[in-house]
């Protein structure tokens, strides 16, 4: 790869590994508390340009055209079309080739909108960065780092690019696709000695690698094809294109159709000849089957359905990483689901505050900094109540959120939305971040531990150094020797911890989540943070339920789908909340503990049994999390597991559909999923299952309409030729009438938003194929009926009529095309209704009728065409056999979905 000058300088900043910081920063002319400023930025874009890879590019116009002639279809009409030359049979074998032209046309233009589709959905799920420039910290699309850059990481996010660390707390990165290194790599400032392979340099953070633990800073060196990934990105052939299993089972079906149609062929053929039949007959009578039984808008609607409904679910916040989740979208049973923000709105507001001598209630909106702080009714200012101020400030100097100095200010408040109402509730006591920096400027972060469920930030004072804490309130309490009372600092006895417990449990009983906070002063900044703390109080933050949730609820439990609540939060806020949402009733049992699930090894199968009717887990590790997912797939659910830490990440990959938040879902977590949810609402999940739903409803519905057409076709030349007869139709009739009712109805079937049942229906079996067995059953059963009633009107013309075998043909050719026509109104789902179904509501279907009438009546009336087809004018009466013949398919359809068990013809 051909490097210009400034990409060769940016190439060699990688190497600084063995100088310091602070020479780094001299290089790259930057402030660590400033960053860069926009007309730098600027500058610098031009110069190395966007942080991105190079894009391995996908299949040009050129070659998606040509594969449209790859299909075992389209090689078994160029066997007929050269079959037909063979015999000069000239018009047939163009008419053919035409055939083959357009089904390419037609498959070029529809994959190219369906791969420019799947493309722009990808646009929607760009990696952002957190950078400080000009003094501010604010978030941007990685795309538009350059090298400078102060970028801030943490536990969960995706290194956006090659970045030479500055600060490190607990700083741990997951460097295995780089290195192959399975163990998580611990990462530190200091220059590094020697020429170091890439395992080594320590001080380092390459981009595409995840941070694992802990939270850092450092400064961008490289960007785009110019990183470590870059470079190995600039060897790597064009992936392979993923195949969904759905495609896998349409292409095996077009497969198996070729053997069934060259089966039909041979022994047509074969019997006729043995007949006495003329070879040239015999020959266009098996080129007339050959091209009835290829379904030519079978692979062309199929790629149309799927990018269409993957649309829809981006449209309704539901965006799909992997293509073949769709198929399993359909069959989920059990979707495990956060409570925070996902059940609940994840907009939090401090509510109330306990204290050692009580509770207090905090006014005011979310994100308003005006609020009062009362204590029976009595108002409290946290500047003259030292436990009130002390614990604020604890809130407020432990947070890595930012908020705006005004509420004017357009900026938005920056980070996880629990730390954003802390610093809320900070700003109505007059207690704001930046300021109190001033007074306690951070020396260090020690990041929150899954482990410890606490973090830590330490401060410098006149004293020595103040550690800041906040974190669970069984882990907080649990390390705290003393308390802060209104009479100053006092031990904690077991009783003052009982005590503490039933604030607890009192705030959380009324739904709110819930933070203990607890400080000490030392002069030793080395000190272990998590011993000896006083405890200064617990917060709850009202975080109210979606209003969505219940019919979301509603909807899962007619679907067949059962919803499992797995939270962090104390098991009383989550049964408050899951019986606020209705996810339970009062009489249900109590939630249960996430250790419960901690080695499934050692369960007794009742205790597995029991664990399986659980509808909450509270205090649920990631861990758990992951053989919570194990247990039910043990007993063949489908189960859909939502996450947003880094650490979910196992249990996403595990779980059959992985849903990632997209909102305050970490980086890594979206990678491992299957799915992002853009708004982070469990109704959205729901919208996505029933859009799985509906795609391959509607794959099935074109499915079954073109089979069963097809199937009409074949019966029908078959038939006739087996007793000897004219035929009822010609090779080029069929191929104008696949050509026209193979695409236009299929299509528009295939882009219909699902039957309004469809989530009243139970989740379908995942092994369970397009077509089962009831479908094959259907698909004769109509084929026989539509051959029928073509062969009898046939039959009627020809020796009741007496009329000329031309014009029999052309009203045997139109009642087949019009009863195709209405035959699309068969698939509607039968236990919909009559006159209103997802058909009938599709206004693709009266757009594709329309058309196809016009082309069918053009193909009578326009000469140069109907001579080449050899159609003539039917006439009044003939339109009137045309009519009746072409609705009764549709007429027995409806009455056998009437009278035949519903499970027969269920779509």
């Known amino acids: 790869m051909t490097q210009t000058k400034e990409q060769q300088e940016q190439f060699d900043l990688r190497w600084t590994s063995s100088h310091s910081a602070e020479e780094n920063l001299n290089k790259l002319s930057v402030e660590t508390n400033q960053g860069l400023s926009a007309s730098t930025v600027k500058k610098r874009q031009e110069k190395y ?47 053919i080739i035409i055939a083959i032209l357009l089904n390419a046309v037609i498959g070029f233009f529809t994959e190219l909108k369906a791969v420019n589709s799947m493309e722009s959905l990808q646009e929607l799920s760009h990696t952002k960065a957190k950078v400080r420039r000009e003094g501010k910290v604010k978030e941007i699309s990685a795309e538009e780092l350059v090298p400078g850059d102060i970028v801030i990481l943490e536990s969960g996010d995706l290194v956006p690019a090659d970045v030479r660390v500055l600060e490190a707390s607990k700083l741990q990165a997951d460097e295995s696709a780089l290195t192959g290194e399975s163990l998580p790599v611990s990462k530190t400032t200091e220059a590094l000695e020697g020429d170091l392979s890439l395992a080594e340099r320590t001080n ?14 450092g400064v961008v060196i490289a960007t785009g094809m110019n990183t470590e990934l870059g470079h190995i990105s600039s060897l790597t052939a064009q992936a392979k294109q993923e195949s969904t299993p759905l495609e896998q089972r349409l292409d095996k079906l077009g497969q198996n159709l070729i053997w069934v149609t060259l089966v039909i062929v041979a022994l047509v053929a074969g019997a006729g000849i043995i007949g006495g039949k003329e070879l040239f007959l015999m020959i266009q009578t098996a080129i007339a089957l050959a091209v009835a039984a290829v379904p030519e808008g079978l692979p062309i609607v199929a790629t149309v359905a799927l990018a269409r409904g993957m649309w829809r679910m981006a449209k309704r916040n539901a965006l799909i990483n992997r293509l073949s989740a769709v198929e399993t979208l359909g069959a989920t049973n059990i979707i495990c689901t956060d409570k925070t923000g996902t059940l609940t709105e994840n907009r939090m507001s401090v509510a109330q505050i306990a204290l050692s001598s009580g509770i207090l209630k905090v006014s005011g909106e979310a994100l308003k900094i005006e609020g009062e702080f009362t204590q029976d009714e009595e108002k409290i200012d946290p500047q003259q109540n030292e436990c009130l101020r002390s614990l604020l400030e604890v809130g407020v100097l432990c947070n890595k959120a930012t908020l705006p100095e005004l509420n004017k200010e357009k900026d938005k408040p920056l980070g996880d939305p629990m730390e ?67 009479e100053g600092v006092q031990d904690l006895s077991e009783d003052e911890r009982n005590a503490w417990q039933e604030r607890c449990n009192k705030l959380a009983k009324e739904g709110l989540r819930i933070l203990a906070f607890a400080s000490k002063n030392t002069d030793n900044s080395e000190a272990e943070p998590y011993e000896n703390l006083t405890l200064l109080g617990v917060v709850g933050l009202l975080d109210p339920p979606r209003e969505q949730v219940k019919s979301s609820l509603k909807a899962c439990h007619d679907a067949g789908i059962r919803v499992i609540m797995v939270t962090g939060d104390q098991a009383v806020t989550a049964r408050n909340i899951a019986l606020a949402v209705g996810l339970i009733t009062e009489q249900e049992a109590e939630a249960r503990q996430g250790n419960e699930l901690q080695s499934l090894d050692n369960l007794s199968k009742q205790q597995k049994q029991e664990l399986q009717q659980v509808s909450i887990f509270a205090r649920v590790s990631p861990e758990q999390k992951l053989n919570l997912v194990t247990l039910h797939q043990e007993h063949n659910a489908i189960v859909a597991m939502t996450g947003d830490g880094v650490n979910d990440a196992p249990a996403l990959k595990k779980a059959d559909i992985g849903i990632a ?8 977590a979206q990678e491992a999923a299957d799915m992002v949810l853009q708004d982070d609402a469990f109704s959205s999940i729901v919208a996505a299952v029933e859009q799985g739903r509906a795609i391959f ?13 097809n199937m009409g076709e074949i019966i029908a030349v078959a038939g006739a030729s087996l007793v000897q007869a004219p035929l009822p139709l010609l090779p080029l009739q069929i191929l104008f009438l696949n050509a026209v009712n193979d695409v236009f109805p299929a299509l528009a079937l295939g882009v219909g938003e699902g039957s309004p049942n469809l989530m009243k229906q ?22 026989v009926i539509i051959s029928l009633t073509v062969l009898g009107v046939f ?34 789902d039968s236990n919909s209704g009559l006159l209103r179904n997802e058909v009938t509501q599709n206004r693709y279907v009266w757009l594709a009728l329309l058309v196809c009438t016009g082309l069918l009546s053009m193909a009578v009336y326009i000469s140069p065409l109907a001579n080449v087809l050899q159609l003539v004018n039917p006439g009044w009466q003939g339109w009137g056999f045309i009519l009746a013949g072409s609705l009764i398919p549709l007429v027995i359809g409806q009455i056998l979905k009437a009278i035949i068990p519903q499970r027969w013809f269920a779509l």
Request: charged share 25%; proline share 3%.
């Open 697 to 709: 409803g509607n794959i099935r519905k074109f499915t079954l309409y073109l089979l069963s057409g």
């Open 204 to 217: 380092m953070l390459f981009k595409g690698t995840a941070i694992t633990r802990g939270s850092g800073e």
């Open 762 to 783: 139970k989740p379908r079996d995942r092994s369970e194929p397009i077509l089962p067995r009831r479908h094959w059953m259907a698909i004769v059963l109509y084929g």
């Open 795 to 828: 039959w009627l013309c020809l020796t009741r009529l007496g009329m000329e075998e031309e014009q029999a043909v052309t009203i045997s050719f139109l009642t087949l095309a019009f009863g195709r026509l209405w035959h699309v109104f068969n698939m509607r």
């Open 420 to 486: 954003v109402a802390l610093l809320v509730a900070g700003a109505k006591g007059d207690i704001r971040r930046k300021k109190l920096l001033e007074t306690y400027p951070e020396v260090q972060e020690i990041a929150f531990d899954s482990d410890t469920k606490m973090m830590t930030t330490i401060h410098e004072d006149e004293q020595g150094y103040r550690f800041a804490v906040k974190g669970a309130p069984e882990s907080v309490i649990d390390v705290c020797t003393q308390q802060l009372t209104a």
């Open 661 to 668: 938040m997209g909102k305050r879902g970490t980086q890594v």
């Open 49 to 95: 340009g966007l942080n991105r890879l190079q894009e391995i590019k996908g299949r040009s116009n050129w070659q998606i055209f040509i594969d449209q002639f790859k299909s075992p279809i389209i090689g078994l009409l160029a066997i007929a079309a050269v079959l037909s030359f063979s015999f000069q049979d000239w018009v047939e074998g163009v008419a």
